[in-house]
């Protein structure tokens, strides 16, 4: 198997594997326990809370662990506005992640004004309509720092200026790009970045809100007073622990990933590029290095990923959570994209796991395997 869907989830690294399963094993004591075992679980949470603060720039004060990146937005955007009732507006993007969207939907079924901006066709939104967007006086702001599809990075520490200098709240998702480049939430002061473990080669299902001293939480999940009474629950230690050993690689090993995964993702993006006639990359720079969204247009990204996994290859279109539904992606129609482009878009994005002879493996079966479709779409339109 060749796995180039590393945004969708990537591959725990052993470290991690080993690290969850000796602390399910070893230190299965509730951290909330006074007795001496129950301190040592404690100690391995307070551990792990430093570990994701030093990989972005936060104290571990201000780290609340969750269940992912899907549960810290919610955390951010339903706690923003339930603590400014005054302020009936929510400002987004066009191109967030469905965990954003929906949750703006939710809120709008709740009476909410939600206001979205949209982007150029290199997927960068227009800060100029952002900053009149801010100016409306909303709750809350949320943005992405790098896209899940194509990998577009966004310009958040001027965005973060614009809202401070309005008194508005900011989001940051920070799903994508925590783990690859870097997330200075010191410089950014947002009053909330959202992370997910799963993305940075740490266990599914657990993942961080990072809560600036200035801004409050209103917890959604009520309970016990777990992480200081903003999200109740016991502790998913063993998730916990791995999110700090896989935070702390990353840490250390970020510059050396990019030195690396960069250069194999533009081999295949030329190569495909140059095998190809009627590929073309999706999204302008900058844009994550481990990320290539390639349309082939007038062909459907669902029909290429199966013929992909026929050969033991993976790769998605659009988010996870919608591969397999024949909706073009969001992201790509927000760029201005016609819909015969969009449909084709297939997102490849790589991880430190993957090798140059797999490069080279999947150059080797994707130019034959996309000429058999055209081959087969030109045959039904002359039909
Ligand atoms: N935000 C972005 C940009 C994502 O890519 C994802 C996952 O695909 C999420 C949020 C949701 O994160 P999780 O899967 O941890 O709930």
Redesign the pocket.
């Known amino acids: 198997m060749i796995y180039f869907d590393n945004?969708?989830?990537t591959a725990p690294l052993p470290e991690v594997v080993e690290a969850v399963e000796r602390t399910s094993r070893d230190v299965y004591a509730n951290p909330s326990s006074v007795h001496q075992f129950g301190q040592q679980a404690r100690h391995l949470v307070e551990t792990a809370r430093a570990q994701v603060a030093e990989l972005v720039g936060a104290r571990p004060a201000d780290v609340i662990f969750t269940?992912?990146?899907?549960?810290?937005?919610n955390l951010a955007l339903r706690s923003a506005v339930a603590l400014h009732p005054q302020r009936q507006r929510i400002v987004t993007t066009t191109v967030?992640?469905?965990?954003?969207l929906q949750t703006c939907d939710a809120l709008a079924a709740q009476g909410l004004e939600v206001a979205k901006v949209g982007v150029d066709e290199h997927g960068k939104y227009d800060q100029a309509a952002l900053r009149e967007a801010l100016a409306d006086e909303p709750a809350l702001l949320s943005i992405?720092h790098?896209?899940?599809e194509t990998g577009v990075i966004q310009n958040v520490a001027e965005t973060c200026a614009s809202a401070r200098e309005q008194g508005v709240i900011v989001h940051v998702?920070a799903?994508?790009s925590a783990g690859k480049i870097a997330v200075p939430c010191d410089q950014w002061q947002a009053d909330f970045v959202?992370l997910?473990?799963?993305?940075f080669h740490g266990p599914?299902?657990i993942?961080a809100l990072v809560v600036n001293r200035r801004a409050t939480v209103q917890s959604i999940i009520t309970g016990g007073s777990q992480e200081r009474n903003r999200r109740g629950g016991t502790e998913n230690v063993p998730g916990i622990v791995g999110m700090g050993v896989a935070a702390e690689h990353a840490r250390r090993h970020q510059m050396e990933s990019a030195e690396t995964i960069g250069p194999l993702r533009d081999r295949f993006e030329r190569g495909v590029l140059s095998a190809i006639d009627s590929a073309v990359v999706n999204g302008g720079a900058p844009r994550l290095f481990n990320t290539s969204n390639i349309s082939f247009p007038q062909l459907q990204a669902e029909a290429i990923l199966l013929l992909l996994s026929e050969n033991g290859i993976c790769a998605s279109a659009g988010?996870?959570?919608s591969s397999g539904s024949l909706e073009p992606s969001h992201v790509l129609l927000a760029m201005g994209m016609d819909v015969a482009r969009a449909h084709g878009g297939v997102r490849f994005s790589l991880s430190r796991f993957n090798t140059e002879k797999e490069v080279d493996e999947v150059l080797d079966v994707l130019p034959g395997l996309i000429a058999r479709l055209a081959g087969l779409s030109r045959s039904v339109e002359t039909r």
């Open positions: 945004n969708a989830t269940s992912g990146g899907t549960e810290s937005i967030e992640h469905s965990a954003v992405q790098a896209n899940n998702d799903v994508q959202s997910s473990a799963h993305k599914k299902g993942g988010a996870a959570c």
